[in-house]
């Protein structure tokens, strides 16, 4: 826990970036590579793809494996339903798509033939968020965790960058039953270390705050890191946590970042309505109540621009989480 | 009590024999019920008796195993028929059917596989059995396993745009282990097929999407076994069979009639009925 900054010494926003030699990097790249590492060692792995295997990089498998590799074409209802069907013969499939054609399109499959028939169908989806940028509302998956969440069986995953995608895909690889992860097309810091092993339901605390904790998920995580680096430097001890998997959460590392502090803020790229900050609220509400501010879209779609200029104006920003927590902690 | 059925069932009469046995553990097992699937569950009785005893290879005791043929009952609905014939043959206790859908039961509504042995997928939501038979086809296949894959949807069914796109990677994958029945009972819950939503002409709709298709009258058991010894034969493509059946087949008071789709048989209905099968 907390590895990094407890070495670093968390004061200042340089210490964080010090540790971060390496280049930005989008989560689906890590999945394209470990996808084909993980082909290689078992070949009860196999992949399916609706049409979009150079977006999501599958594409990579794909040529490695061709007779591993399924495209179902533009048909994602179908590729649920022959995933569930490769998984009853024993094999472990992961089925990519868009996360708003994976999980909207295809909602009743994943429900019947992934979840209720407790199928082991590892559904990686790419291009989650607000930063699927220029291709506008119809492709940015802003309720895709809300929708994968509600479902029983499911485990919900949203990796934080491409060291932790690389270490969820090999995890889940040896896991049976239903996931769900999320992953993003824009490039993005690699800010774990670069040791770090995830583990299904357990929270990476980076540091926790004794005034504020932002418990982040996704792309957010680095945005929640800057934030916090930018209150220190007010005097605000602003915690941050990547709660990487939203379901089963890890209620343990939430209700110590909430004893430890006066404000949870909660911080992710997606719809503020069902997602980690529902997630979050549904658990303190009942445990142990103290105020939540929630960071995400703000039950509105989205629209074209560069991802930049679409977290600035869906206030996905770290001024907007440092804002939120001195006016959180102002009251 | 545990009823065993061994081996491969061949002869015509053996199989209309059991095909009778089944129809009445349906009509015990709804009026029982109180509500569940009538029609349906009559209409597709043959075929799925053909299937399940003329062809398919299975060891009750041991439900998942690697060797075993498979069969998906896309059409949930009529769960009634597949527990029938799953009871009978041997995976779980005959009085057991009298519990479907009470509230401790593991026989659900519609069929569940995390709670009935020889249930391959939960089915219930129409449209999807194809896709995951079209999956498991593709598994077999990479582990050079010769099991085939059985898979029964409704007419109604078919109106689902999902089986076309299962239909399609049928065909694009050339999985000739595959062997899909429509059971073409001509009725929905609105009403007639043809006139809630046309699907013909339908034999020529498999076809365009690259099927071998038969067409059959599906009560008549030699037609139907004749029918599936043929879909084995043929390589390189998947087939389908257009198996014409009425729906409530078996009951003349319930043949063909629309409102017996989700309408279970009262007391007096089932005495009548169960006389009437003999
Ligand atoms: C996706 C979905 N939509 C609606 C229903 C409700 N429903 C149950 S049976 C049925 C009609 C099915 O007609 P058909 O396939 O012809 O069945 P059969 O005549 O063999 O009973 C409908 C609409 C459902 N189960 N699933
Ligand atoms: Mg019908």
């Not at chain 1, 900050?277 to 929630?294: D, M, Q, T």
């Not at chain 2, 596989?113 to 999956?135: D, F, K, M, R």
């Not at chain 2, 709709?205 to 004749?226: R, S, Y």
Request: hydrophobic residues 40%; aromatic residues 6%.
């Amino acid at each position: 826990m907390g590895e990094r900054t407890q070495e670093s010494g968390v004061r200042s926003q340089k210490s964080e970036e010090k540790t971060n030699a390496l280049p930005s990097k989008a989560t689906r790249d890590a999945y394209g590579e470990t996808l084909l590492e993980l082909g290689k060692k078992r070949n009860d792995i196999v992949v399916l793809d609706a049409d979009l295997s150079g977006s999501t990089k599958t594409v990579k498998f794909a040529k490695a494996f061709p007779e591993r590799f399924f495209n179902l074409g533009v048909s994602e209802q179908d590729m649920v339903g022959t995933a569930a069907g490769l998984a009853i013969t024993g094999k472990v499939p992961f089925a990519s798509t868009f996360a708003i054609f994976e999980t909207g399109r295809a909602w009743d499959q994943i429900r019947l033939v992934v979840c209720y028939s407790n199928t082991n169908v590892k559904l990686v989806a790419t291009h989650g968020g607000i930063t699927v940028g220029e291709d506008g509302a119809s492709h940015q998956a802003l309720e895709d965790i809300a929708l994968m969440r509600a479902l029983p069986n499911m485990t919900v995953i949203v990796p934080a960058d491409a060291i932790e995608t690389a270490s969820v895909i090999n995890v889940i690889a040896n896991f049976t039953g239903p996931v769900y992860v999320r992953l993003g097309r824009a490039k993005v810091p690699q800010i774990m270390p670069v040791d770090y092993k995830f583990e299904i339901g357990r929270a990476h605390v980076f540091s926790q705050g004794k005034d504020v904790n932002i418990i982040a998920a996704g792309i957010m995580v680095d945005t929640a890191l800057k934030a916090s680096a930018m209150l220190k430097n007010e005097g605000i001890d602003a915690g941050v946590i990547n709660m990487s998997t939203i379901k089963p959460l890890d209620e343990k590392a939430v209700l110590n970042a909430a004893k430890n502090s006066r404000l949870i803020i909660t911080a992710e790229e997606h719809s503020i309505i069902g997602g980690l900050g529902g997630a979050v609220c549904e658990f303190l509400s009942e445990n142990y109540p103290i105020p939540v501010k929630r960071i995400g879209i703000k039950d509105t779609f989205g629209c074209s621009g560069s991802p930049d200029e679409l977290l600035k104006l869906y206030e996905l920003t770290p001024e907007a989480i440092a804002e939120t927590a001195r006016e959180g902690l102002r009251k | 009590m545990t009823q065993k059925t061994a081996g491969k069932i061949r002869d015509i009469k053996t199989l209309e024999g059991i095909a009778k046995e089944i129809r009445k553990y349906i009509l015990r097992m709804l009026t029982e019920a109180g509500s569940g699937h009538t029609g349906g569950s009559l209409s597709a009785a043959d075929v799925a008796v053909a299937i399940y005893f003329s062809k398919m290879n299975f060891n009750p005791d041991n439900p998942k195993l690697k060797e075993r043929d498979r069969f998906i009952l896309s059409k949930g609905h009529a769960a009634p028929l597949l527990y029938s014939v799953l009871a009978k043959a041997g995976y779980f206790d005959i009085e057991t059917l009298l519990t479907l859908r009470k509230i401790d039961s593991s026989l659900q509504g519609h069929p569940c596989c995390e709670t009935v042995p020889g249930v391959e997928i939960s089915t219930g939501s129409l449209g999807q059995g194809l896709s995951v038979a079209n999956g498991i086809a593709l598994g077999l296949r990479l582990d050079k396993n010769p099991a085939r894959v059985f898979c029964i949807t409704g007419d109604g069914e078919i109106q689902e745009g999902q089986i076309w796109e299962a239909a399609m990677t049928a065909a694009h994958y050339k999985l000739d282990n595959i062997c899909a029945v429509v059971d073409n009972n001509g009725l929905q819950i609105d009403g007639p097929v043809e006139e809630v939503m046309r699907i013909a002409p339908v034999h020529d709709k498999w076809t365009a999407f690259g099927w071998n298709v038969i067409e059959i009258d599906g009560h008549n058991m030699k037609e139907i076994l004749a029918a599936l010894d043929k879909a084995e034969a043929v390589k390189g493509k998947p087939t389908v069979i257009i198996a014409h059946t009425v729906k409530g087949k078996g009951v003349s008071f319930f043949e063909g009639k629309v409102e017996y789709h989700g309408l279970a048989p009262s007391r007096e209905e089932l005495e009548k009925a169960l006389k009437e099968i003999g």
